[in-house]
Protein backbone atom coordinates (compact mmCIF):
# COMPACT_ATOMS: atom_id res chain seq x y z
CA UNK A 1 0.00 0.00 0.00
CA UNK A 2 1.28 3.73 -0.75
CA UNK A 3 0.91 6.75 0.96
CA UNK A 4 -2.26 7.72 -0.88
CA UNK A 5 -3.81 3.85 -0.19
CA UNK A 6 -3.51 2.16 -3.40
CA UNK A 7 -2.31 -1.12 -4.33
CA UNK A 8 -0.32 -1.29 -6.92
CA UNK A 9 0.20 -4.42 -8.60
CA UNK A 10 2.50 -5.06 -11.89
CA UNK A 11 1.17 -7.31 -15.09
CA UNK A 12 1.94 -8.32 -18.26
CA UNK A 13 -0.37 -8.97 -20.50
CA UNK A 14 0.89 -12.81 -22.57
CA UNK A 15 -0.60 -14.05 -25.65
CA UNK A 16 -3.25 -16.24 -23.47
CA UNK A 17 -4.45 -13.04 -22.17
CA UNK A 18 -5.56 -11.78 -26.29
CA UNK A 19 -8.15 -11.95 -28.79
CA UNK A 20 -8.36 -12.68 -32.28
CA UNK A 21 -7.23 -9.04 -32.64
CA UNK A 22 -4.56 -9.04 -30.71
CA UNK A 23 -6.33 -6.88 -27.66
CA UNK A 24 -6.55 -7.99 -24.22
CA UNK A 25 -9.80 -9.82 -24.25
CA UNK A 26 -12.38 -7.85 -22.35
CA UNK A 27 -13.70 -10.13 -19.68
CA UNK A 28 -10.01 -10.75 -18.56
CA UNK A 29 -9.92 -7.19 -16.79
CA UNK A 30 -11.93 -8.89 -14.14
CA UNK A 31 -9.48 -11.78 -14.00
CA UNK A 32 -6.54 -9.40 -13.29
CA UNK A 33 -8.64 -7.51 -11.04
CA UNK A 34 -8.90 -10.56 -9.18
CA UNK A 35 -5.78 -11.31 -8.92
CA UNK A 36 -5.06 -7.75 -7.91
CA UNK A 37 -7.52 -8.03 -4.91
CA UNK A 38 -6.01 -11.51 -4.03
CA UNK A 39 -2.20 -9.43 -3.75
CA UNK A 40 -3.85 -6.68 -1.74
CA UNK A 41 -5.16 -8.95 0.47
CA UNK A 42 -1.94 -10.79 1.02
CA UNK A 43 -0.34 -7.61 1.10
CA UNK A 44 -2.22 -7.11 4.74
CA UNK A 45 -1.49 -10.61 5.55
CA UNK A 46 -4.16 -12.61 4.60
CA UNK A 47 -3.90 -15.32 2.17
CA UNK A 48 -7.34 -16.59 0.73
CA UNK A 49 -6.14 -20.14 1.50
CA UNK A 50 -5.82 -18.83 5.13
CA UNK A 51 -8.96 -16.60 5.53
CA UNK A 52 -10.38 -20.07 4.37
CA UNK A 53 -8.99 -22.54 7.01
CA UNK A 54 -8.28 -20.51 10.11
CA UNK A 55 -10.79 -17.71 9.76
CA UNK A 56 -13.80 -19.29 8.14
CA UNK A 57 -14.71 -16.68 5.36
CA UNK A 58 -14.40 -15.84 2.03
CA UNK A 59 -14.49 -13.22 0.19
CA UNK A 60 -16.86 -13.24 -2.86
CA UNK A 61 -17.73 -10.89 -5.75
CA UNK A 62 -21.46 -9.85 -5.82
CA UNK A 63 -21.22 -7.35 -8.49
CA UNK A 64 -18.80 -5.54 -10.67
CA UNK A 65 -18.95 -3.25 -13.36
CA UNK A 66 -16.33 -1.91 -15.74
CA UNK A 67 -16.18 0.62 -18.34
CA UNK A 68 -13.24 0.36 -20.83
CA UNK A 69 -11.16 3.30 -22.34
CA UNK A 70 -8.40 2.09 -24.48
CA UNK A 71 -7.19 -1.45 -25.25
CA UNK A 72 -4.33 -3.27 -23.86
CA UNK A 73 -2.48 -5.15 -26.26
CA UNK A 74 0.28 -8.08 -26.02
CA UNK A 75 3.50 -7.53 -24.32
CA UNK A 76 1.85 -4.52 -22.65
CA UNK A 77 3.34 -3.68 -19.17
CA UNK A 78 -0.04 -2.89 -16.66
CA UNK A 79 -0.36 -1.31 -13.72
CA UNK A 80 -3.42 -2.91 -11.74
CA UNK A 81 -4.88 -0.13 -8.79
CA UNK A 82 -6.81 -1.07 -6.00
CA UNK A 83 -8.56 1.26 -3.89
CA UNK A 84 -10.93 0.16 -0.77
CA UNK A 85 -14.00 2.98 -1.72
CA UNK A 86 -16.50 2.11 1.04
CA UNK A 87 -15.99 -0.60 3.66
CA UNK A 88 -19.49 -1.54 5.45
CA UNK A 89 -20.29 -4.36 7.99
CA UNK A 90 -20.32 -7.68 5.81
CA UNK A 91 -19.23 -5.88 2.05
CA UNK A 92 -16.46 -3.51 0.45
CA UNK A 93 -16.61 -1.48 -2.59
CA UNK A 94 -13.46 -1.41 -4.20
CA UNK A 95 -12.14 0.51 -7.21
CA UNK A 96 -10.23 -1.32 -9.45
CA UNK A 97 -7.91 0.48 -12.27
CA UNK A 98 -6.00 -1.01 -15.40
CA UNK A 99 -3.25 1.47 -16.76
CA UNK A 100 -0.83 0.94 -19.49
CA UNK A 101 2.99 1.53 -18.75
CA UNK A 102 4.91 2.87 -20.97
CA UNK A 103 8.13 4.50 -19.44
CA UNK A 104 6.84 7.64 -17.90
CA UNK A 105 3.91 8.36 -19.42
CA UNK A 106 0.71 6.10 -17.96
CA UNK A 107 -2.46 4.99 -19.73
CA UNK A 108 -5.96 4.64 -17.85
CA UNK A 109 -7.21 1.48 -19.92
CA UNK A 110 -10.13 0.23 -17.59
CA UNK A 111 -11.58 1.51 -14.39
CA UNK A 112 -14.08 -0.84 -12.72
CA UNK A 113 -16.30 -0.61 -9.53
CA UNK A 114 -16.15 -4.24 -7.58
CA UNK A 115 -18.58 -5.18 -4.69
CA UNK A 116 -16.89 -7.90 -2.31
CA UNK A 117 -19.11 -9.61 0.33
CA UNK A 118 -17.81 -11.60 3.30
CA UNK A 119 -19.30 -14.79 3.56
CA UNK A 120 -19.08 -17.60 6.14
CA UNK A 121 -17.54 -20.80 5.01
CA UNK A 122 -19.70 -22.82 5.83
CA UNK A 123 -23.10 -21.50 4.78
CA UNK A 124 -21.84 -19.42 2.32
CA UNK A 125 -24.42 -16.82 3.69
CA UNK A 126 -22.94 -13.21 4.32
CA UNK A 127 -20.99 -12.27 7.60
CA UNK A 128 -20.17 -9.67 9.53
CA UNK A 129 -16.15 -8.81 8.55
CA UNK A 130 -13.75 -9.92 11.98
CA UNK A 131 -12.52 -6.81 13.63
CA UNK A 132 -9.09 -7.91 12.95
CA UNK A 133 -9.38 -8.16 9.42
CA UNK A 134 -11.82 -5.10 9.56
CA UNK A 135 -8.74 -2.75 11.25
CA UNK A 136 -6.34 -3.81 8.74
CA UNK A 137 -8.99 -2.84 5.68
CA UNK A 138 -9.95 0.67 7.35
CA UNK A 139 -6.65 1.13 7.09
CA UNK A 140 -6.25 0.97 3.47
CA UNK A 141 -9.49 2.91 3.17
Known amino acids: MNSDNKFNWPV ?69 VVVVERLGGASMQIRQEAWRIEGEQATLLADGMVTVVCVSKESFRPCQIPDHIRSKLHGAQ
Open 12 to 80: RVYYEDTDAGGIVFYANYLKFFERARTEWLRSLGYSQHALLDTVGILFVVKKAAIEYFAPAKLDDELKL
